[in-house]
């Protein structure tokens, strides 16, 4: 009864250091999330809808991402194609492409627009993967950020009485392997966004 009983007291405790490491798996899924997305903005030599797709463009008086009011597709490695929706916001995305400084010079014929996407040089590749690793270190620090905040609920519980030293330590562990977990994948990604930048 006595161990059944130890075994009770050990399962509580696990389900609640795990329960607030739980709660956090959420925010730590959002970070990878973001990193993703602002990673995709990143230029490679290829074209890709991505590059553009999150440009907001005066649509009627309304700040609009592209991708809400128009259809963006690469149909060559090197080009992109922006078919709007409606015929009469050709423009205001012309000029919204214009004023997002990406080194692309948009060629509206009236019903599309057409982005050239030039090679990337050398000197370009380097300084985008600059930026790329400076994404990687953002994401690595709001996950680092999650993983305080989650440690210090679990020192408050332990302090509270919630759980044992043992237990808190345990907790401390779990909690790491999380992480380390969320940090392979950011360098997972990473390494296959800064291939894709250095592919000529």
Known sequence: MIRLSGENSFLKFLSMYQSI??????????????????????????????????ILVDYYGTRSPLKQIASVSAPEARLLLVQPWDKGSLVSIEAALREANLGLN???????????????????????????????????????????????????????????????FHGKDALQNIVEMYNVRIEELRKKKEGDIMTV
Request: proline share 3%; charged share 40%; net charge negative.
């Open 21 to 54: 490491i739980d709660d956090r798996k959420e925010l730590f899924e959002e970070a990878i999330v973001y990193f993703s997305e602002e990673m995709a903005k990143i230029r490679t030599g290829r074209a890709t809808p991505a590059l553009i797709d999150h």
């Open 106 to 168: 948009p060629s509206n014929d009236g019903q599309v627009i057409r982005l050239s996407v030039p090679a990337l040089t050398e000197e370009r590749r380097r300084d985008l993967v600059k930026s790329l690793n400076r994404l990687a270190e953002e994401a690595r620090i709001a996950i680092r950020t999650i993983r305080e905040d989650a440690w210090k609920d679990i020192q408050d519980l332990e302090k509270s009485g919630g759980m044992g030293e043992d237990d808190k």
